[in-house]
């Protein structure tokens, strides 16, 4: 299963608008330099992490994006749908049901065996996103960074975060 960029993108610019003091915003700009990124690629995700209800944007000068819930209350799974949509990755076609020795269609009264072990996958995998909290990511990274990484995290944020 491959995952889109934007899923990356989309986890990197929540642990980062994580760090903004309360009620400040980050400009799409920003984020997009932080992470060199194309700034309309990235405003794209944003803009559907919006409408997923985990960014909140603010229009005006002083305008940009924030966290709309708690680092304790997003998921990783919460961004993954939001980016990918609801569909799981693999999605059955019924193959067997074609080519030279298909049978007429009542004969294949169980389920494709190759889809269900591809769906159960498919709830493991969800299910451990489910479970890590964007706070746990951070916390992870925090614990194990380079202190120049952070430092320049903390410098960036500052310098780029908006009343």
């Not at 915003?25 to 559907?48: D, N």
């Not at 603010?58 to 799974?77: E, F, K, N, Q, W």
């Amino acid at each position: 299963m491959k995952l889109s960029e934007g899923v990356e993108a989309a986890i990197h610019c929540a642990t980062l608008l994580a760090q903004l003091e309360e009620r400040r915003t980050m400009p799409a700009s920003a984020l997009a330099e932080y992470h060199g990124l194309s700034p309309s690629y990235l405003l794209k995700h944003l803009k559907t992490l919006a409408a997923a209800g985990i960014l909140e944007s603010v229009p005006g000068p002083h305008g940009g994006y924030r966290l709309a819930l708690s680092p304790d209350a997003i998921t990783l799974l919460d961004v993954v749908l939001a980016i990918e949509g609801p569909k799981p990755a693999f999605r059955c076609a019924e193959i067997r049901q074609r080519g030279p020795g298909a049978l007429e269609p009542r004969a294949y009264t169980r389920p494709c065996g190759i889809n269900a072990a591809m769906l159960r996958a498919e709830q493991a995998y969800r299910a451990e996103l489910r479970k890590t909290r964007l706070s746990d990511v951070i916390a992870n990274y925090q614990a194990g960074a380079d202190p120049r990484a952070l430092a320049f995290g903390c410098a960036f944020v500052e310098r780029h975060q908006r009343p």
